[in-house]
């Protein structure tokens, strides 16, 4: 059973950091591209940013790009998002997940975690 958990969210003022970390069991972690998506209330869910198998490439959406920095650990079978300058516009419920990337491309699966809340206040 694949089982992704993310941890290190909560409530943050405007400009404050926050790291979020997901880690992932009962998948084989390093042959998968990995990814965090967020959710505003009202909103689609929509790619924050992704990373490819070896960590060596990414992509991130232009709205945190220079701010949200991805990485992961494969010894630890763990995904980071390192969130810096936060702003209001990012509160939402951030989501990780396992899939395929290729070619600056990224394909969700089928494998999320339950999601977390990240509040930044003004």
């Known amino acids: 059973q694949v089982v992704l958990v993310e941890s290190g969210g909560g409530l943050v003022q405007s400009g404050g950091s926050l790291r979020l970390s997901c880690a992932a069991s009962?998948?084989?972690?390093?042959?998968?591209?990995m990814a965090w998506y967020r959710q505003a209330p009202g909103e689609s869910r929509e790619l924050v940013s992704a990373?490819?198998?070896?960590?060596?490439?990414?992509v991130t959406a232009d709205s945190v790009k220079g701010r949200f920095t991805i990485s992961r650990d494969d010894a630890k079978n763990t995904v980071y998002l390192q969130m810096s300058d936060l702003k209001p516009e990012d509160t939402a419920v951030y989501y990780c997940?396992?899939?395929?990337?290729?070619?600056?491309?990224?394909?969700?699966?089928?494998?999320w975690g339950q999601g977390i809340q990240v509040t930044v206040s003004s």
């Open positions: 997940n396992a899939g395929t990337y290729f070619s600056g491309d990224y394909k969700p699966r089928m494998y």
């Open positions: 009962g998948l084989v972690f390093d042959i998968y591209g």
């Open positions: 990373i490819n198998v070896g960590g060596t490439k990414n």
